[in-house]
């Protein structure tokens, strides 16, 4: 079983719509979530934190639900510059992901049309 | 302040050519990463560096080696290329959060091409 799955998409959405989608992690013992935004053949960077009573920064708004083991991600109002690639991130120890733990998504595409 | 910084940021190779990727990071951090990221494969953990001095293998280790020289950088070797490297490649260090967590940091990457 896939560690951290995302749908990869692409999602097409038109300018002004909200867009939601989900990522789900395998571990239960999971301490700490995250979305990561990466550009085309640009780095990942850090979008938000996920908090487990969900969290908002502007017209984003990230939520956690740990007996389903998803994290969610929805953009409201979007815009043209939200066109890139949202990786999911969790922080999973003793699963191979290094020293701090923290597990990638392979992301989901999402393409603001219009 | 400079954050992460990768050299170079484009390489072709032939086969069976060696070369080293270049990472530095001006932000203190102890850990250090070298990512490959390939389409529709995301992004897989070569090598980790916890502490200077430290280097432990990650998801997908063979054919690379990797130096901690300092606090400050971290290479990653390639000594044979092959087809199969051609890749991007991305150097990360990581500070803690509040909280105990974790934020990495990314480089711009090296897009190597191996013929």
């Known amino acids: 079983r896939k560690e951290v799955e995302q749908d990869p998409g692409p999602f097409n959405v038109p300018e002004g719509a909200t867009v939601a989608f989900n990522c789900t992690y395998s571990n239960s013992a999971s301490q700490s979530f995250f979305w990561y935004r990466q550009d085309c053949r640009k780095e990942p960077k850090l979008l938000m934190s996920?908090?487990?009573s969900g969290n908002e920064d502007g017209r984003f708004t990230a939520q956690l639900n740990r007996a389903s083991q998803y994290i969610s991600l929805l953009i409201r109002d979007s815009k043209l510059s939200d066109s890139a690639t949202y990786l999911c991130v969790v922080n999973m120890l003793g699963s191979g992901g290094g020293a701090d733990g923290l597990t990638f998504g392979k992301g989901t595409h999402l393409i603001i049309q219009p | 302040n400079a954050g992460v910084t990768q050299t170079p940021k484009f390489q072709v190779l032939k086969t069976g050519q060696s070369m080293t990727l270049q990472c530095a990071q001006d932000m203190n951090h102890n850990s250090m990463y070298w990512y490959r990221q390939d389409p529709g494969m995301g992004l897989r953990l070569i090598y980790y560096?916890?502490?200077?001095?430290?280097?432990d293998k990650g998801e997908v280790p063979n054919g690379y080696n990797v130096s901690r020289l300092n606090k400050r950088e971290f290479s990653l070797r390639l000594e044979s290329a092959a087809p199969s490297q051609t890749s991007v490649y991305f150097c990360?260090?990581?500070?803690?959060?509040?909280?105990?967590?974790?934020?990495?940091?990314f480089g711009p990457g090296t897009r190597l091409t191996v013929t």
């Open positions: 996920v908090y487990s």
């Open positions: 560096s916890a502490s200077e001095g430290t280097t």
């Open positions: 990360a260090s990581s500070e803690v959060l509040a909280g105990g967590s974790y934020e990495q940091y």
